[in-house]
């Protein structure tokens, strides 16, 4: 009735026009208008477009929808690339992304993705290693496993106060890395063992 495509939700995002991106095992889904226009008490409908823009049907994991301020909503894929959507009042624009380490390599799933404070969108891969986009999605980076990123597997990214870019691993490494720039990851004590889903700074900055 309410348009979600599957009762497993792995992500839940507001943009700046104040629609919600829902992320599900069947793909992202996301409110038909903005969710100050519903009235109060009224059910949210979703839908698998914005305007006329279809969203791609993929399944989702925890971390790969991401919204600025400024009206980019940024969806990763397990094999199709990153879906940048930039939402103005007037018109829906789409671009897709490579995930491609190589020139004519395939897309790279990706783990988790994080908007930092210029803008830009820095990958995790499930390969290894980052992919750094430029905020208009025109111009990529990749940086290779310990080389300007961490050694291990990133699987969730987190931007902290102060522009530090906090990572975490498939088995438990804690990262770090200070400025926009990133370009040294400190790994960190951790007593986890297991895959890092998700990160939280605390007001200590820790």
């Given amino acids: 009735e309410d348009g979600l495509p599957d009762l497993t939700v792995r992500e839940i995002i507001e943009d700046a026009d104040g629609r919600l991106w829902v992320g599900t095992e069947s793909g992202p889904v996301v409110t038909e208008r903005p969710l100050q226009s519903y009235p109060v008490g009224s059910r949210l409908y979703f839908v ?20 600025d301020k400024y009206g980019t909503v940024w969806v990763a894929t397990l094999s199709d690339g990153i879906y940048r959507y930039r939402i103005t009042p007037a018109t829906t624009e789409v671009e897709r992304v490579s995930t491609a380490t190589t020139p004519h390599g395939p897309n790279e799933a990706v783990q988790s ?94």
Avoid: N
């Fill in 113 to 206: 993705i994080v908007i930092r404070p210029d803008g830009s969108l820095w990958v995790a891969i499930a390969t290894g290693g980052l992919i750094v986009v430029s905020p208009d999605g025109l111009e990529s980076e990749y940086r290779p496993p310990g080389k300007r990123a961490p050694e291990g597997i990133v699987a969730a990214l987190h931007e902290g106060q102060g522009r530090v870019l906090w990572a975490g691993g498939t088995h438990g490494e804690i990262y770090r890395a200070q400025g926009v720039r990133a370009d040294v990851f400190e790994k960190l004590e951790s007593p986890l063992t297991e895959r890092v889903t998700m990160l939280r700074e605390t007001e200590d900055h820790e």
């Fill in 48 to 67: 698998r477009k914005i305007g006329i823009r279809a969203i791609p049907h993929v399944r989702m994991r925890r971390g790969c929808i991401a919204a």
